[in-house]
Structures are given as C-alpha cells and as structure tokens.
C-alpha cells in the first residue's frame, strides 16, 4: 500500500537536526525541540505500525520518490520488520536524550551534540527503512559520519586515540560496500532489493559471482555488526563514551548490521534458489559460534563494567547470528522470529545498562567494581533499578529476555544445530555469571571507595545523581518490564514481520506490481559483459 507519510521517519530528525543546529548554544531550545521531535517520531512510528497487520498486501507501507517506477525510483519500504525497529529506536533514543539533558557536560551539550544526536538517528531510520542498496549505503554514511563527530565531542585523548582506529575501519568497509554494490549493478542491472529477491527466485538465478559479492558484503555488515574476527574495534572505543552516547551506540549501531543481514541473506544472497551454493550459511555458523564463545571469554576476564557490557553486546550479536543461520540452513522461519524478538528487547535493555553505570559512576568515579562496593545499602533505589535491568538482560522468566533466547535455543536444537545451540546456553550462563559478579560487587559488602568517607549525616550515592539520569534509565526499564508484559502481542509481530524473509512474494509484489511474481522467471538484465548498463538506470539515485 502506498503512504508517503513514511517519509516522515527520516524528516523528523533530520529537520531537528537543522533547527538544533541553528539554535546551537540555546540548550533549552534544542532540548525542547528535540524533545518534540522525538515523541513525534515515536508517535508516528506507532501510528504506520497500527495501520499494518497480517502477512499479505496489508503488512507494509510502500513510497516511490518521484513517481518512478520500481526499480527506478527510490523506494522506502515500511513494514513490520523496520517499523518494530525503527519503534524501539525511538524508544531508545528517549531514555539517552533525557539521560543526556541531565548528564552531559554544558561544553559539549552546547555544542554539537544535540544535531548530530538527530542525525544519527535520522541514518538508523534511512537504513531500517530504504529499499535498495545504495540507499542503504547512502544512510551507513549519514549515521558513520554522525558517530564519527560523537566520538570526538569531549576531545579527551583517548577518545581521538579510539576515533582514529573507529573511523579508518568503517571507511575500508564502507568503500567495500559501495564497490559491492558497483558489481552487483554490473552483474544483475538493479539496486532495489526487492528487484533482487525476484531474480534470486527465479528459475533462471544469477551466476555464481553473484553470491560471491553476497560475501563481500557480509564482510562489511559482520563489520557493522561486530562479528568476530571484525569487532576488535568495539571494546576499545566504547568505554571512552560519555554515558548517554555510548547507550545510543550500543543499542543501535551493531543492530543496523544485523538487520542489514536478516533483510538481504535469506531472501537473497542465501535464498532457498541459491543457498545449495553458497557459502554464506557456513561463515554465518562459523561466525556466531566465534562471536559468542570468544566475546563472552573476555567478559569474564574484567572486572570494569563498561568493558564488560561491551563484550556482552558482542556476545548477544552471535545469538542474533545463530538465529539468522539457522532460518538460511534450515528454513525455519521461527528462529527469524526469535531473532527480531531477542534483537528488539536487547536494543532497550543495552541501552538501560550502559545508563545504569552512569549512575554507578556518577557516584563512584569509576566503573571498576574492584574499587568500591556496598552501594545497595547508600543508593537502595539505584541497586534495586540495576537489578531489574540485570535480571532482564540476563533472561529470567517472564522478563523480556527470555523469550526471544529460549525460540532460538529451541530451533537450534530442533533442525539439528545442537552445537550452536549448546554454545547459545554456555554463553546465557556466563552472562548470568557476569552479571551477578558485576552487580555484587557493585552493590553488595562494605561499603568502600569513593564518598564513603563524607561528613556525618551526607546522603553518599543519593545527592550526586541527576534526576535526569534517574528519569532516562527508569524509562527504559520500563519499557523493558512493558515489553515483557507484552510478549505474546509482539512475538506475533515478530512472526509476521518476518515471514516474508524465506517467501518475499508480499515485498516484491507491493513494490513492483502483482505482474512481477509468479513472474517469467528472467534476470532483471543479462549478466556482466552482456550488460547494458542503460537499461536500468539508477541514475536518480
């Protein structure tokens, strides 16, 4: 169904982003317009989403810019799969945008901080919701180049240090992508995703170069998403953050890579046509095992929070991984469920942990717990806020975590993925062990450390916080605790944002026309040096 109003996901932050940055210095203003802009974008991301149900023509929302056709024109694509994202997005950027109003330094607050927070959302929304491949590089750019200038804001040493290595490793990837994307155009004549799940499922496939480049670009989304051996990056540059940004990194950055991969793999570049020559569900395989087995080895090895918490991130994107080889190995719609599930979940709670150690640290100094304990008995609220967060991180029933893990654990086991499986509930262990030892230590024993020794009748651990930043975790707890309550309703939009993945029929139809499947089962062009590079344009791109 067609609706430009989905455009409005990447105009709302983007427009804030041009009034903050012309109210620069003017906190107040830029908070008050980036207040409105946020709730307004969560409000229209909950209205598409309430006008889209089942799995046919209605579950999705099409916009072609300029009145070209598809696969000419440039195609945004709003259906349930990037809408529960782009919705936990907001949701997210929310508790870091309050959390940031009360935390962050009037130097850098004052500064650029407020527009480049927009834009960086405005690239998550662009790359949740574009319907090529050159768009989706065009919003990696938009949201790399934001966290670029994030990374820099305080100007501290070791945050240009990290900057350094962040930047040059994104621009190798991104200049992969787009050379990706060069010969995908040259080997099948078209960008458009859905153009491409149509000639993938054809009985006429493309050549076996093609699934090569599909390689390529997994290159660059297991880049994105911090897949091991690609994620060395993340641990480093993570803990230099202030608060509030490395929350909004956490919760989205790696996200887009996965999503990136769940969208393009299964439908095309590991489709059913294609997947008994291809590569791609061994390297997937490959990768989640690694991912989560190594990453979860080197939480164990620490004891400062934040560097822990970053590799747990690493750890939880294998889940995502193994859910998605899986579904491309076993065609098992189910586990793209539990990933999307899981992915949504983990998006709040990773976000809420990282402000959680801000408030540790905004008592302490430090996020070293072998420097202080005993704050539960000086800043009970705080310890019993963490513990909520814990507990759902680490996936207690019925708390949000638990859902999502126990799908994919269940599908590994049930289409013969027993090892990855197996790997799964040794990693769901040792974060149970992490976050018990994180949070005993923080929380349980004598009280020592920083602000112990304050003069009689001081509220150690109480004065210190923001209320803002007590007011941004909560609200993500919340939605955590709400999220939970919720699990039945969103498991359903989970199943059905998901099953086109293995049967795409719905998506290309909805952007090429009910004439393009069942279809004459041609390529879109012929293949490399018979390739007209005139008959299909991309040029408005």
Not at 1 to 23: D, E, H, R, S
Not at 153 to 175: D, F, W
Not at 196 to 207: E, F, Q, T, V
Not at 302 to 316: D, G, P, S
Request: contains cysteine.
């Amino acid at each position: 169904m067609n609706n430009n109003l989905i455009a409005l996901i990447v105009a709302i932050p983007f427009v804030a982003g041009i009034l903050t940055t012309a109210t620069r210095g003017h906190i107040r203003t830029q908070r008050a317009l980036g207040g409105l802009a946020l709730f307004a974008l969560l409000g229209v991301n909950v209205l598409l989403m309430l006008g889209l149900h089942g799995t046919g023509e209605h579950s999705l929302w099409t916009s072609i810019a300029g009145g070209w056709p598809a696969p000419f024109g440039i195609a945004l694509v709003y259906d349930q799969l990037s809408g529960l994202l782009m919705g936990v997005a907001s949701i997210v950027a929310i508790g870091c945008f309050i959390y940031a109003c009360g935390t962050l330094d009037r130097r850098i607050e004052r500064g650029w901080f407020h527009p480049l927070f927009h834009l960086l959302i405005m690239g998550v929304n662009f790359s949740f919701l574009t319907g090529d491949l050159f768009n989706l590089f065009v919003s990696f750019e938009i949201m790399l180049m934001a966290s670029y200038a994030m990374l820099c804001l305080a100007g501290t040493r070791p945050q240009i240090a990290q900057a350094y290595k962040y930047i040059l490793i994104n621009l190798v990837g991104s200049t992969i992508f787009v050379l990706g994307a060069g010969l995908i155009y040259g080997v099948v004549g078209t960008l458009n995703i859905a153009d491409l799940a149509r000639i993938a499922a054809s009985d006429n496939p493309p050549p076996p170069v093609f699934q090569a480049i599909g390689v390529l670009l997994l290159f660059v989304f297991a880049l994105k998403a911090a897949v091991f051996p690609l994620w060395f990056w993340l641990p480093d540059t993570y803990h230099t953050l202030p608060t509030p940004i490395v929350a909004m990194f956490s919760a989205l950055l790696s996200k887009v890579g996965v999503y990136a991969i769940l969208r393009l793999f299964p439908s095309i570049f590991a489709s059913p046509q294609l997947q008994h020559d291809s590569i791609v569900p061994v390297i997937l395989s490959i990768g989640a095992g690694a991912t989560m087995i190594i990453a979860i080895l080197g939480a164990l090895s620490t004891r400062q929070m934040r560097r822990a918490l970053a590799m747990l991130l690493i750890a939880h994107v294998g889940y995502l991984i193994f859910g998605i080889s899986v579904g491309i190995n076993a065609g098992a719609p189910n586990a793209y469920s539990g990933v999307l599930f899981y992915m949504t979940q983990e998006m709040i709670l990773m976000a809420a942990l990282f402000l959680a150690t801000g408030l540790i640290e905004s008592i302490t100094t430090t996020d070293d717990t072998t420097q202080f304990s005993g704050l539960a008995t000086r800043a009970p609220g705080i310890a019993a806020l963490c513990f909520v967060i814990a507990a759902s991180f680490i996936g207690f029933p019925p708390l949000s975590g638990f859902y999502g893990k126990a799908m994919l654990v269940r599908e590994g086991f049930a289409t013969g993925n027993a090892p990855l499986a197996i790997a799964t509930l040794f990693t769901a262990a040792m974060t149970l062990f992490v976050m018990i030892r994180l949070w005993a230590g923080a929380f349980w024993g004598t009280p020592k450390g920083p602000g112990v020794d304050l003069p009689e009748g001081a509220k150690w651990g109480v004065t210190p916080v923001p209320a803002q930043a007590v007011v941004g975790t909560t609200f993500l707890a919340g939605a955590s605790i709400a999220y939970a309550l919720a699990a039945g309703p969103m498991m359903d939009i989970a199943s059905n944002a998901t099953a086109q993945l293995n049967e795409p029929r719905t998506y290309v139809t909805a952007i090429l026309g009910d004439e393009a499947w069942p279809m004459h089962r041609e390529p879109a062009a012929p293949v490399l040096a018979q390739a007209d590079p005139d008959s299909h344009s991309e040029g408005v791109h």
